[in-house]
Structures are given as C-alpha cells and as structure tokens.
C-alpha cells in the first residue's frame, strides 16, 4: 500500500515538472513566432508555413528546453523557500 502511495507521489511530480517545462516551451516558441511578425522579423514578408519552419528548428529546441530545464529548477526551489 506504502509503494502504491510513493508510485503515485513519483508520478504527480513528473507530471506536474513536465506541465511547466512544456508551459515554459510554448512561451519560449510563441515569443519566437511574435519576434518574427516584429518590424524586424521576415513574418510579415513570407508565408506561415516558413515562419514555421524558421522557428522550429533543433538549435530553438535545445534552447527551449534548457530554459525550461532552468525555469522549473528556478520555480522549484522558490516553492520550497516562500
């Protein structure tokens, strides 16, 4: 009964990392597709689908999740302390 309670305590709290890690990568990718629709950005002169593929590229995703990795080690310790 014990090892049932901590398999379930185990699984709340991947669940729980990987919702914010992924919430962290959504803001991450939508900051991207905004920057690219900026005066700056080449959004507004070329089609969807390459803004797209401008932004997911595997350099953006090794980034997006090192920052999420960051962001829920920050956010983790900042629960425990406040």
């Known amino acids: 009964m014990d090892n049932?309670?901590?398999?379930?305590?185990?699984?709340?709290?991947?669940?729980?990392?990987?919702?914010?890690?992924?919430?962290?990568?959504?803001?991450?990718?939508?900051?991207?597709?905004?920057?690219?629709?900026?005066?700056?950005?080449?959004?507004?002169?070329?089609?969807?689908?390459?803004?797209l593929g401008d932004i997911f590229t595997i350099s953006n995703f090794e980034i997006a999740v090192a920052a999420a990795i960051v962001g829920y080690l920050v956010f983790a310790f900042l629960r425990k302390k406040l």
Do not use: P, Q
């Open 4 to 51: 049932n309670k901590a398999e379930k305590n185990l699984l709340h709290h991947v669940l729980r990392a990987l919702i914010e890690m992924g919430f962290i990568i959504f803001l991450f990718y939508s900051n991207l597709l905004m920057g690219e629709y900026d005066r700056t950005g080449n959004g507004s002169k070329k089609s969807l689908i390459w803004v």
